[in-house]
């Protein structure tokens, strides 16, 4: 599905992969695609914008999509992200991951990067954690504790 879009403007990322990665059962998925891809929406689709990004207050988002998959349900979720160099988009997985509250969830594939495990995610594998992570919550204006 990620084929779907340019070469490293589409991310697979959170929850799915984390379940993935752990031999656990997949409950949906979520696809973070550069907004320069996003599809051309109507007046009333753009006014739905704001209830819908509640969920990903942490990244800058312009559209969410849903979709199903091969079974799944999929939400595709359009991100304003500003590539500085050609380069930069060999980052956009890093810089969707790091803005995911839960450490656990910090992952995220491109065919071009492959699978791109945060410090946080290895963190909290490797002592067997879930950790939540106030600075993202903090950009969020979200009370940490």
């Known amino acids: 599905m ?3 879009w340019p070469s490293g403007h589409a ?3 959170g929850g799915a992969l984390r379940d993935v990665y752990f031999g656990n059962t997949v409950k949906d998925v ?3 695609v550069h907004s320069d891809h996003k599809p051309q929406l109507t007046e009333a689709e753009e006014l739905s914008i704001q209830e819908r990004r509640s969920k990903y207050d942490a990244l800058p988002v312009a559209w ?3 979709r199903k998959f091969l079974g799944y349900k999929v939400e595709v979720i359009y991100v304003d992200y500003e590539f500085e160099y050609e380069d930069d988009i060999n980052e956009f997985p890093r810089h969707i991951i790091k803005r995911f509250d839960i450490g656990l969830c910090k992952i995220g ?3 071009e990067a492959g699978v791109v495990l945060s410090p946080e995610f290895i963190f909290d594998r490797d002592g067997k954690l879930i950790s939540i992570h106030h600075e993202t919550l903090a950009a969020m204006n979200m009370p940490s504790g």
Do not use: R, W
């Open 64 to 66: 969410i999509e849903k």
């Open 11 to 13: 991310v697979l990322a």
């Open 30 to 32: 979520d696809i973070f």
């Open 109 to 111: 594939y491109t065919p």
């Open 2 to 4: 990620l084929k779907h």
